[in-house]
């Protein structure tokens, strides 16, 4: 046998060590995968959440610059928002929707409270028609988002 020979068989790698490479990484990916997807829920949740307070607000803001009133109606079974007197983003839709339950959310509502409704309405003024809460839902991970009754103001928690 050549020296060449021998100084070529020592670079290669056992099955051995490769078995064990393949077992420290498959361990690595079981402890890893449970902690990654509780992650992406949490973010999710805090993500719809953001994004449903964002469009109160919004209608809030419509409300004032228009001096008109502006509804926000949430579908629970459907788990999406809409704002009718805006226009959609999606060509072809009429009003502004929002579907949680879509990419990138992926979320759902787990209740919603808002007077004795879905609705919640701003007057010219940017006042609320009412108070209350949404709950949204990610994986194991739940926000509620409060609206205030006096000024309309939504905070997550």
Known sequence: MS??????RDRAFTL?????????????????????????ALYRGQMAANRI??????AQRIAKTSSAGETITFTLGSNSYSLP?????????SSYTVNIAATPFLASFVSITLGSGTSLTFDRFGQPSCGGTIVVQAGNSQRTITIDPNSGIPTIQ
């Open 85 to 93: 007197a805006i226009s959609g983003l999606t060509p072809g839709s």
């Open 53 to 58: 307070a964002a469009d109160i607000a919004l």
């Open 3 to 8: 020296a060449n020979s021998a100084k070529h």
């Open 16 to 40: 051995v060590e490769l078995v064990m490479v393949l077992a420290i990484a498959a361990l690595l990916a079981a402890i890893a995968g449970p902690r990654y997807a509780n992650s992406m």
